[in-house]
């Protein structure tokens, strides 16, 4: 059975930091591109960042650019989002999602898709 179990979202103060992981099963990443995407209540999907698996090059939104870092580990089928220097405007439900070979913005894109994790930055 395919499936993406995202981790590590939760309640931080702004300025802090967390680590989104994005754990696969049921395939192997080594062929997929990862897409972050997160969506705050009453707002469309936004794509945050993205990562390919040619040739690792990477995408980030303008707003969390110089911020965050997207990352893989093939050998553990996993991949990761480090958010630093958070902001409450970056609270929302934050997915992972896999498609074939190459990233993308367009989460319409994507085959797999997790449940989703909640970050909150609130004093």
């Known amino acids: 059975q395919v499936q993406l179990v995202e981790s590590g979202g939760g309640l931080v103060q702004p300025g802090g930091s967390l680590r989104l992981s994005c754990a696969a099963s049921?395939?192997?990443?080594?062929?997929?591109?990862i897409g972050w995407f997160r969506q705050a209540p009453g707002k469309e999907r936004e794509g945050v960042s993205c990562?390919?698996?040619?040739?690792?090059?990477?995408y980030y939104a303008d707003s969390v650019k110089d911020r965050f870092t997207i990352s893989r580990d093939n050998d553990k089928n996993t991949a990761y989002l480090q958010m630093n220097r958070l902001k409450p405007e970056d609270t929302a439900i934050y997915y992972c999602?896999?498609?074939?070979?190459?990233?993308?913005?367009?989460?319409?894109?994507?085959?797999?898709w997790g449940q989703g994790t909640q970050v909150t930055v609130s004093s």
């Open positions: 990562i390919s698996s040619s040739d690792g090059s990477t």
């Open positions: 049921g395939f192997t990443l080594d062929y997929y591109a």
């Open positions: 999602a896999a498609k074939y070979y190459r990233g993308s913005r367009d989460p319409g894109e994507y085959d797999y």
